[in-house]
């Protein structure tokens, strides 16, 4: 047993921070983040809060309609990079209404430290989110959001070769994993092996996505026993709630080893309810919670040595 004044060293938990996605809308919350410079904003102010991987998405600046093209990730990448040295993490999911060559093109170019990568087709609904508003301030947001009842998120097996291929292999990225239920974790453990992904493999768990599995505490456990069993010491994993159980499905991943990711692009909101006002706010609660268990949240080196990544020289933005 550990005596007191006896010391420890603190395990070190990777808090990613997703600053805006493509599943929230500009008339959820004022605080998503939409222009270029709302976006860069974001990610720097959740990096000094304690964030070591920032996960990005673009959105139209004009219209906040989730965008993939080139030029709107061209227009916060390097001012992000220029302002702080949190990894910097392309969504290679974009939203599930896009196409994968257009899901792609901005990590082609970028060639990133990081990509995500999702583990499987699926249901992705958002529907129910649009009973919850009225007063639209654009048209394309409930239509976007109706749109899912009919939308499959594309991840075929071929997809997915061609993003370790492309991405991994050809553009040096290592990747977010995002695993939304059982299946995901037999088809990450095929690649593995078979040798198309070497480790450290960086797990996601995605819950709480309708489509998914659900965001509870068992889930987590049933799911992380299976990844346990398939993948042995090869991986790490990160734990995301979607929605209002965000924090305290990110703390039970803490508590059983894992890191962390949270975000607006995730939840909208703070437990004790109302809108968080930034991401930083959600990255700040996040890291109090470690360090009240006795953790410590990583650095952005301490995250690139715990992931093998290639270093922020080797990125093309
Ligand atoms: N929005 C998350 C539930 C991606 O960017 O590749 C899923 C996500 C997908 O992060
Ligand atoms: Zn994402």
């Known amino acids: ?54 996960h990005l998405h673009a959105r139209d ?20 990079k220029a302002r702080c040295d949190a990894v ?6 974009g939203s599930s209404a896009m196409p994968l060559d257009v899901r792609l093109a901005p990590a082609i170019a970028a060639r ?31 239509e976007l959001l109706h749109a899912t009842r009919d939308v499959i998120f594309k991840n075929s097996f071929a997809d997915i070769e061609r993003i370790l291929d492309e991405i ?16 995901h974790l037999e088809t990450l453990a095929f690649y593995h092996r078979r040798g198309r992904i070497a480790g450290p493999i960086f797990l996601q768990f995605v819950l709480g996505v309708l489509g998914g599995a659900g965001a509870t505490v068992e889930n987590l456990v049933h799911l992380k026993g299976c990844a346990d069993r ?33 975000g607006l692009e995730d939840s909208l909101v703070m437990p004790a309810g109302g809108l968080a006002r930034s991401n930083a706010e959600q990255v700040t609660a ?6 009240a268990l006795g953790m410590e949240a990583a650095t952005p080196a301490e995250a690139r040595d715990m992931l093998a990544l290639k270093g922020v020289g080797e990125v093309a933005f």
């Open 168 to 183: 991994g292999e050809a553009g040096g990225a290592r990747f977010e994993f995002e695993c939304y239920d059982i299946g």
């Open 1 to 54: 047993m550990q005596s007191a004044g006896e010391s420890r060293t603190a395990r070190k938990v990777i808090i990613t921070c997703a600053v805006t996605g493509s599943i929230h809308t500009p008339t959820m919350s004022p605080h998503l983040p939409i222009t270029p410079e709302e976006i860069a904003d974001a990610a720097v102010g959740a990096a000094e809060a304690g964030a070591a991987i920032i």
């Open 286 to 291: 996040i890291r109090g919670i470690i360090e």
């Open 88 to 93: 910097l993490n392309i969504s290679t999911g």
């Open 112 to 142: 990133p430290e990081m990509c995500s990568l999702n583990m499987g087709s699926m249901n992705f609904g958002t529907f129910p989110l649009a009973e919850k508003y009225s007063d639209w301030k654009h048209n394309w947001e409930p």
């Open 230 to 262: 398939l993948l042995g010491d090869a991986y790490s994993f990160s734990v995301l709630g979607a929605g209002a159980r965000q924090l305290p499905i990110a703390t039970a991943g803490a508590i059983l080893g894992g890191h962390v990711r949270v």
């Open 61 to 80: 600046p004009d219209s906040g309609y989730p965008s993939a093209a080139p030029e709107h990730f061209d227009a916060f990448l390097k001012p992000i």
